[in-house]
């Protein structure tokens, strides 16, 4: 069975930091590309960030400086830390797979079931 597990999710002020985490299970972690995405109230889902699966990272404009996105081998754990943190970064942050699952060799798409922040004074 396939888990993406997000945690780190919040409400706090502006200028402010939060760091995510997903685990993941039944998944060849060393073999996924990794990522961040986001969904506001009414927006559509917004990619945040992105790693690959040998460490090459990419970021969105809006987050470019302020986030940054690292994995852990060992916990098969990817992060999203975030700094400086803006009210219009407010949104439900969704930790996403793309790789094979245990016993398989195709690669297929992952989704956890997010975690809120909320940036607010």
């Known amino acids: 069975q396939v888990q993406l597990v997000e945690s780190g999710g919040g409400l706090v002020q502006p200028g402010e930091s939060l760091r995510l985490s997903c685990a993941t299970a039944g998944i060849l972690f060393s073999q996924s590309d990794m990522a961040w995405y986001r969904q506001a109230p009414g927006k559509t889902r917004e990619l945040v960030a992105s790693?690959?699966?040998?460490?090459?990272?990419d970021y969105a404009d809006v987050v470019q400086g302020r986030f940054t996105i690292s994995r852990d081998y060992g916990k098969r754990t990817v992060y999203l830390q975030m700094n400086s943190l803006k009210p219009e970064d407010t949104a439900v942050y969704f930790c996403?797979?793309?790789?094979?699952?245990?016993?398989?060799?195709?690669?297929?798409?992952?989704w956890g079931q997010g975690t809120q922040v909320t940036v607010s004074s």
């Open positions: 790693i690959t699966r040998d460490g090459t990272a």
């Open positions: 996403n797979a793309k790789g094979p699952r245990y016993g398989r060799s195709s690669n297929s798409v992952f």
